[in-house]
């Protein structure tokens, strides 16, 4: 099977939110998304001192996607306005589909605004296709403990499988889209392989450390952009890493993007403007 090629190397550049540290690969000056993926913010990683005013994602709107938030460090605290409300803690993961319209916030819970703390957070968005975008709103939140985590290469590979099948098992997040998503964390020296990615857009960020992707040496903060055709994928650590990795069909349609609304053509963005603003979405407190 041919192997996929490494096309671009796509470096997350700094566009702080605040006092939050915030990186972005993509969207970027090369880059518009890697269909279906749109969008990542990395905030951090730092540490929040006592007394602290936290994440500053009060309530706000989406439609047409799905948001999926890596918790590396820290905590977050989620709430929506289809009832939902969760915290969840470091190695866990929250993945809303807005759908038709949401409004969530996520932000510090009260024991981290009062104590402070390490802080590390991945936020992926993922696109929907047309017959999707109206689709109910929901949200699933995971804890570290039921995320498996799967070795390889004697033990020098972990796989936090989160969505999608590896190794004979599936993750605990059952994707709109058939996704498949996970968190890899490899050792020095350590070696993962993939298959069955021909016509499968790839999406793998480099977190820390140091890889080689198919051969190609990548370093941290850098989105590894390959082609559609390959079919094979092998990553080995430099150093101790860790990669955001998921893959998925490419959906092929047209993306229009305004601010949190995410649809086919600009009336649609309209009327998903028009709607927020006469409270379809059914506003939340903070």
């Known amino acids: 099977?041919?192997?996929?090629?490494?096309?671009?190397?796509?470096?997350?550049?700094?566009?702080?939110?605040?006092?939050?540290?915030?990186?972005r690969p993509v969207p970027g000056p090369d880059l518009d998304q890697v269909d279906p993926f749109l969008f990542l913010n990395h905030h951090g990683p730092q540490t929040y001192p006592p007394n602290n005013r936290g994440l500053p994602f009060g309530p706000h709107p989406h439609r047409g996607f799905e948001t999926v938030t890596f918790i590396?460090?820290?905590?977050?605290a989620h709430r929506d306005s289809a009832g939902h409300e969760s915290v969840i803690k470091a190695g866990g993961v929250q993945w809303m589909?807005?759908?038709?319209?949401i409004v969530h916030s996520e932000v510090s819970p009260e024991a981290f605004l009062r104590d402070g703390g390490p802080m590390e957070i991945l936020q992926l968005w993922v696109n929907l296709p047309?017959?999707?975008?109206?689709?109910?709103?929901?949200?699933?939140?995971?804890?570290?403990?039921q995320i498996p985590a799967l070795t390889a290469d004697d033990g020098r590979v972990t796989v936090r499988l989160i969505s999608g099948r590896?190794?004979?098992?599936?993750?605990?997040?059952?994707?709109l889209t058939g996704v498949f998503m996970s968190v890899l964390e490899l050792k020095k020296g350590g070696k993962a392989g993939f298959g069955s990615l021909?016509?499968?857009?790839?999406?793998?960020?480099?977190?820390?450390?140091?890889?080689?992707?198919?051969?190609?040496?990548?370093?941290?903060?850098?989105?590894?952009?390959?082609?559609?055709?390959?079919?094979?994928?092998?990553i080995e650590a430099s150093s101790d890493a860790v990669l955001l990795f998921g893959h998925a069909d490419p959906i092929g349609e047209p993306v229009v993007a305004h601010g949190p609304f995410v649809m086919n053509t600009r009336q649609e963005i309209l009327d998903a403007i028009r709607d927020y603003q006469a409270g379809l979405f059914e506003n939340i407190s903070a």
């Open 166 to 175: 590896w190794g004979g098992r599936e993750g605990p997040i059952a994707s």
């Open 1 to 23: 099977m041919p192997a996929k090629t490494v096309v671009a190397q796509h470096a997350a550049y700094r566009d702080d939110i605040g006092d939050l540290v915030t990186t």
């Open 97 to 101: 589909t807005a759908g038709s319209g």
């Open 72 to 76: 590396l460090e820290g905590e977050l």
């Open 198 to 234: 021909g016509g499968r857009s790839v999406f793998l960020y480099l977190v820390r450390g140091e890889v080689k992707v198919n051969g190609v040496a990548a370093s941290a903060q850098h989105l590894v952009e390959l082609d559609l055709s390959g079919d094979t994928l092998e």
């Open 130 to 145: 047309a017959r999707l975008k109206m689709t109910r709103p929901r949200y699933v939140g995971v804890q570290a403990d």
